[in-house]
């Protein structure tokens, strides 16, 4: 089959995050095939977060005049309007090679170091595909194959001898064009390389596995005989190989160090599980070799091993009295945000779990179906607007738990365009942590990939503390605090780890759970890892935690949770993994809940009792089904009469509401005091009705 046609389409441009600062902005696009040039460059594209640009750009290449080493460039160039001084936001670059016989769909990701935007972060998908063939077989006198060979090398067929490249890269999605770590010279005639479905993004939506990301900082000690083994244990994957059509059913993986097992077949995948069988202090090594175990080293990773340990944590909701004051986000997507985030946790062995300990403070209410999930209404809505993060009033501290990480969800921060602000991150040393070996601990070059240069040792500074907790209102807090559990300690603060999470975006954004991540891993010790304030392509340091290498181009930070504002940005290293699994919140094994003390028995309700003779149901003292129905038969609204209305206006009296002579006729007056304390209650709707609901209030106030 020799391929005549081939049709280049740009498919779409996915918009992954916007810049809250700037706002959505005009782009334009342009782009050539072969040096023709194609679409529109003067139309003009909304962007938005969390949309599609369509594109519906097309072009066919007349290919039947090319031969081997040949190829069809694809050149892709965006640019923005009107709200960046720099309208370039750079290029993307594709070849397509002779002999064109497969069909591709390249997946690029726009990055800071200028492939699509500095301030923006996409997707752009190009297929290619055969759009006319004919039976003739095509020239391949300049193209090797990529089969093994005599010996333990691909052999090329003009009999050149060569190691496949192929990396496990620890990072996902791997990073493209000089993002990477640099690739050994081949030949021009070699094939070229391509990424494997391991390499693509995860979209951190829908339910996903535990070990979706492959490739992570630790392999958890698990046995197989464990539920939902195959879905917990380590992934490891081949994420590039080159050539693209090597033959993959010679690689071999072997584990070289390090209490590790493989579980299933090893040899000619692309793809093993493995898991730990103990804890390791030293990184374990696995290696891919070429043809035997024996054969030549193509590429190793690292991992520790250790046990999956637990941070438990409870979220809080903190609801205002208005629209306006209500975050848009609710338990459920809390709940979500939480599970979704532990897929990035969980490289690093680590999981956020319900807090086992359930008491409540400052109003909260647990949510039913989402464990861990607790929503505060508060009429006071400076707790939720405009929440200043440094100073009081602050809701970080409502319904904490001294000990579990605390994720308090607000309606909007003082300082806008923060996606969230570690806030409260006690006993933090601020130190320096290292790590040497080969393969690197990430992907700072030269990688310690055969046949690379060995690795450099690597150097991380970690997160200070925030600032102690002193103000007044703080002290006020922990008195109150105490009066209620007069075990409270009096250093809880030193225990409040947490952060808080402004209404930003919509709760479906994908953003939500690499936020909460990022900044779980501040309050855990982690400093920023990139940060697009700074310029690393211009010498500049990018990174807050000083890992900074890559020849003075910058550590390449687009890889990392903890990088500054990328949706896609997935992974904890093994310098990182090691810090936040020493964090004092991370736990061994979940509790089991302590046995709810048993309620006292309550004080029998006089009031409760004079309305239930005037309902003229058993006078129980509690709230219970006859007292319920009753009361539902016997409402007090406008025009109203009866002892009942009579009890209404005696409790709307001794609650100061105004309600006028206790006469038992409800007027004009008894009305506007039943709403007066439904309007100061947030369980109560104001309907100037006095209900089963609103009697209840009064009977236990
Ligand atoms: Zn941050």
Redesign the pocket.
């Known amino acids: 089959m020799a391929t005549k046609k081939i049709k280049i389409s740009f498919e779409q441009l996915r918009c992954l995050r916007d810049s809250t600062v700037f706002g959505a902005a005009k782009w334009s696009f342009s782009a050539t095939v072969d040096g023709q040039k194609i679409g529109d460059a003067k139309k003009r594209f909304t962007v938005k977060p969390g949309t599609l640009v369509s594109l519906g750009w097309s072009h066919e290449v007349d290919v039947s005049g090319k031969k081997g080493g040949e190829f069809v460039e694809v050149v892709f160039r965006a640019e923005e309007h009107g709200v960046l001084f720099k309208p370039d936001q750079g290029t993307v670059r594709l070849k397509f090679h002779y002999p064109f016989q497969r069909e591709l769909e390249h997946v690029f990701f726009g990055s800071p170091g200028g492939i699509i935007s500095k301030t923006q972060n996409f997707m752009l998908s190009v297929r290619m595909e055969i759009t006319d063939a004919d039976d003739t077989a095509p020239d391949m006198s300049g193209v090797p194959t990529g089969k093994k060979g005599a010996g333990d090398t691909v052999t090329t067929v003009a009999g050149t001898g060569l190691v496949p490249r192929v990396e496990i890269s620890p990072v996902v999605p791997v990073l493209q064009g000089d993002q990477v770590p640099p690739r050994p010279d081949f030949d021009a005639i070699v094939p070229h390389g391509k990424d494997t479905k391991a390499a693509k993004p995860i979209k951190l939506a829908g339910s996903l596995d535990l070990n979706a990301l492959p490739n992570p900082a630790l392999i958890p000690v698990i046995k197989p005989t464990e539920n939902d083994f195959k879905k917990r244990c380590a992934r490891l994957s081949v994420t590039h190989i080159r050539p693209h059509n090597a033959d993959t059913s010679q690689l071999r993986w072997v584990v070289k160090k390090g209490p590790v097992q493989f579980h299933g077949e090893t040899k000619g995948r692309e793809e093993v599980l493995a898991y730990g069988t103990a804890e390791s202090d030293e990184p374990a090594e696995i290696e891919l070799r070429w043809g035997d175990p024996e054969g030549p080293l193509l590429c190793k990773f690292r991992a520790w091993v250790g046990k999956v340990k637990y941070i438990p944590t409870r979220a809080t909701l903190v609801v205002g009295s208005t629209i306006g004051a209500t975050p848009r986000c609710t338990p459920a997507d809390i709940h979500r945000h939480i599970q979704l985030a532990n897929i990035l946790m969980y490289q690093s062995g680590l999981l956020l779990v319900p807090d086992h300990e359930t008491e409540t403070w400052d109003g909260a209410k647990a949510s039913v179906g989402n464990p861990g999930v607790y929503t505060i209404k508060t009429n006071d809505n400076t707790l939720t607007i405009g929440v200043n993060d440094n100073i009081p009033p602050h809701p970080m501290r409502l319904n904490f738990r001294p000990g579990a990480m605390h994720l308090v969800y607000i309606k909007s921060l003082s300082s806008a365009g923060a ?4 806030v409260d991150r006690p006993k933090l040393l601020g130190a320096y942590e290292s790590i040497e070996g080969t393969p690197s601990t990430s992907w700072v070059p030269p990688t310690g990939v055969a046949p690379d240069k060995a690795s450099k040792k690597v150097t991380m500074k970690t997160m200070p503390a925030s600032d102690p907790r002193t103000s007044k209102k703080d002290q006020d807090y922990l008195k109150a605090r105490k009066k209620l559990d007069p075990g409270f300690p009096d250093d809880a603060f030193q225990s409040l780890y947490g952060c808080i999470m402004p209404d930003y975006t919509p709760p479906n954004d994908e953003d939500w759970p690499q936020t909460l991540a ?2 779980v ?2 309050v855990l010790g982690l ?2 890892r990139g940060n697009p304030q700074t310029d690393p392509a211009n010498g500049k340091v990018g990174s807050n935690d000083e890992v900074n290498g890559n020849g003075g181009k910058g550590h390449p930070w687009l890889e990392n949770v ?1 990088s ?2 990328y949706t896609q940005s997935q992974d904890f290293d093994l310098l990182q993994t090691r810090v936040i699994r020493k964090h004092p919140s991370v736990i061994d094994e979940i509790p089991k809940p302590k046995p709810k003390p048993k309620p006292k028995p309550k004080p029998a309700n006089e009031k409760l009792k004079d309305l239930q003779k005037r309902l003229g149901v058993p006078e129980s003292g509690e709230w219970d089904d006859a007292t319920e129905q009753a009361a539902s038969s016997k409402m007090v609204r406008n025009g109203a009469r009866g002892a009942v209305v009579e009890w209404v206006q005696t409790q709307l009296n001794a609650q100061g509401m105004e309600s006028g002579t206790v006469d038992g006729i409800a007027g004009s007056v008894t009305v506007g005091a039943i709403r007066r304390w439904q309007d100061n209650r947030d369980d109560l709707t104001t309907d100037g009705i006095a209900g089963p609901r609103t009697m209840q209030t009064l009977a236990e106030s």
């Open positions: 996606a969230g602000v570690a990022h900044e891993g501040h400093r920023h903890m500054y504002g």
